[in-house]
């Protein structure tokens, strides 16, 4: 399954110097490649600046509390980064 979808840049509006897109290209690359070899079920949740690796329930859907919101019981690992943002559209 394709989890990376890239959004093309018309050559005149790519102000990057030439090897700044091949870097990332080369780490879209291996983005796909991580998502493709993910076990079954875990998935990526984002929020606060921290993606989140989480477990799914034994019924295969997201774990949440009560209230709706994501169960933090369900977190195998964090990943502080600046570069991300849960928000929506």
């Given at each position: 399954m394709n989890y990376v979808t890239r959004r093309s840049v018309p050559p005149e509006q790519d102000n990057r110097p030439p090897t700044a897109g091949e870097s990332r290209d080369k780490?879209?690359?291996r983005?796909?490649?991580v998502m493709d070899d993910a076990p079954e079920g875990i998935w990526l949740y984002a929020a606060s600046g921290t993606l989140y690796v989480m477990s799914l329930g034994p019924d295969g859907d997201r774990l949440l509390t009560?209230?709706?919101d994501m169960d933090?019981?369900?977190i195998l690992a964090s990943?502080?980064?600046p570069q991300i943002d849960?928000?929506?559209w």
């Open positions: 780490w879209l690359k983005l796909q490649q009560p209230e709706g933090q019981s369900a990943i502080r980064t849960g928000g929506d």
